[in-house]
């Protein structure tokens, strides 16, 4: 490789390097570093704090996975938030869903926003919709003054750090708080398995506070560790069964890949006992 | 990083990058290169030609799925072909089946026995049941010679260089004509994420020979793409469905694992017809 990038993901014990092209930005917010590289493989590569968030080329399968499980459990979904995804690939999904009336972008560092809309369009490409409102200001304490929302979901770095509090007991009860009668929240809880202990943490937090909580995971190319989890907390709706058809427009999700990404019963008993460890 | 290892994987665009706490073994044979080091977070790991082979803590994912699924779909496996596999994994997961009469390990390079014995017993400690026949052969030419095999698994390197000949055609039909009429064949095909071709390949040329063929999936944390895919070619039994309880000792797999691994139908189809693609 003549120019490389190495990753410096925290929880990683691999170390990921990728080819770089070009460098197209590098800068830095009041809150963290951001870059955005050409790969000759990936395609647009955005960096923060020196970990890839998403790659051109693969990017979809996690934004599909984080938004369209919670958004096709919900019957009729019309006002939506989302914390962090500044980007604006996990707005680009829920947008597909034409139910949807209002949908709250509440992302802390507007720089994320900007970089998003000159160099990243095929994700920033929605953030103009009539329906979307962003709000540059701390989602934890933006989903205080919130009600009756349907969705709430979560599209945060890395649960270390600035995002930490995102994965709170607090926060979780806030959440709850804010949602309709019958909504849904998801969040990613990392990856299954390199940061497989996020995973249950996130799992029994929520349990203290919704009725109905599970997990389902997908493989994410570029994630360390790859087999990325998320969890989801509902006050109504059993969300391993998909409640509409599935929208127009995605690449990997559809209502059969709804139920599938569910872990077998057996394994997410398991897995939450310690067992299956690698 | 102090010591490191840079894994060169030519299918992979991300390059891996492992800490070296200590090289156990650095050598050649007349086929390939050897090593086994140790690191911090993944134990003792063996390594072919600058491409890891297996880690001491994530083994199991690869060799339970590689052999339990063949092996359970089959309702009383006697006799079972390995080709490939001299470090014992997938031998050691076989042997947890009672039924099984007679193995044969095919390994062409009799030095990756010699030093998984030594270096890797959490692996080869099966190798020296009384069940266990090991042949230093070129595989492709031993199953010429077989018949009546229940279950033939392929546990080779990467489908390039030397391990070609064992994802032709030619090979799949001599593959067919050594199993019992009941028989199951199974392979990895790489993975899903980066050398997605390869599984599609393999899937058509299976098809054209086997009258059911199908694919199942699991993320495995330390191979490139970690969406890693197995190609399984069965003359009778219909593979989604295992027809024997979950033998003792697995991690990972269990029947509620092995009928979960099979992508849906719409996923299978979009990924045969080259959609849903990073």
């Known amino acids: 490789m003549a120019v490389s990038f190495m990753e410096n993901e925290p929880f990683s014990p691999i170390k990921y390097v990728y080819e770089v092209e070009e460098i197209l930005y590098k800068g830095k917010s009041k809150f963290?570093?951001?870059?955005?590289?050409?790969?000759?493989d990936f395609g647009r590569v955005f960096v923060l704090d020196n970990i890839v968030q998403l790659t051109e080329r693969d990017e979809f399968f996690y934004h599909e996975m984080l938004t369209h499980i919670a958004m096709h459990t919900h019957p009729n979904p019309?006002?939506?938030?989302?914390i962090g995804g500044g980007d604006?690939?996990?707005m680009r999904e829920v947008l597909r869903h034409k139910c949807v009336k209002k949908a709250y972008l509440?992302?802390?560092?507007?720089k994320v926003v900007e970089?998003?809309?000159?160099?990243?369009p095929f994700v920033s490409s929605g953030l103009d919709d009539f329906r979307v409102e962003i709000h540059y200001v701390d989602g934890a304490e933006f989903?205080?003054?919130?009600?009756?929302?349907?969705?709430?979901?979560v599209d945060s770095t890395d649960a270390i750090g600035m995002a930490r509090s995102l994965y709170s007991e607090e926060f979780f009860k806030n959440i709850f708080h804010c949602l309709s009668y019958n909504g849904l929240y998801v969040t990613h809880s990392e990856s299954l398995g390199f940061h497989r202990e996020m995973?249950?943490?996130?799992?029994?937090?929520?349990?203290?506070?919704f009725p109905i909580v599970d997990l389902y995971s997908f493989p994410i190319p570029t994630y360390p560790g790859n087999w990325w989890s998320f969890a989801i907390g509902s006050k109504?709706?059993?969300?391993?069964?998909?409640?509409?058809?599935?929208?127009?427009?995605?690449?990997?999700?559809?209502?059969?890949?709804?139920?599938?990404?569910?872990?077998?019963?057996s394994l997410y008993n398991r897995i939450m006992n310690g067992m299956a460890k690698w």
Chains 1, 2 share one sequence.
């Not at 019309?78 to 989302?82: A, D, G, L, W």
């Not at 970089?115 to 990243?120: G, R, V």
């Not at 009600?147 to 709430?152: A, E, I, K, P, R």
């Not at 599935?246 to 059969?256: A, E, N, R, S």
Request: hydrophobic content about 35%; some cysteine.
């Open 236 to 265: 109504k709706y059993e969300p391993r069964k998909p409640n509409r058809e599935t929208v127009d427009g995605t690449k990997i999700y559809d209502t059969q890949v709804h139920s599938w990404c569910f872990l077998p019963m």
């Open 88 to 90: 604006g690939g996990t």
């Open 199 to 209: 995973a249950i943490e996130v799992q029994n937090s929520l349990k203290k506070i």
């Open 143 to 153: 989903i205080k003054k919130q009600q009756d929302v349907d969705v709430v979901i």
């Open 106 to 110: 509440v992302e802390i560092d507007k």
């Open 32 to 40: 963290q570093e951001l870059m955005v590289f050409i790969s000759p």
């Open 78 to 82: 019309e006002k939506v938030v989302v």
């Open 115 to 120: 970089i998003s809309k000159k160099y990243l």
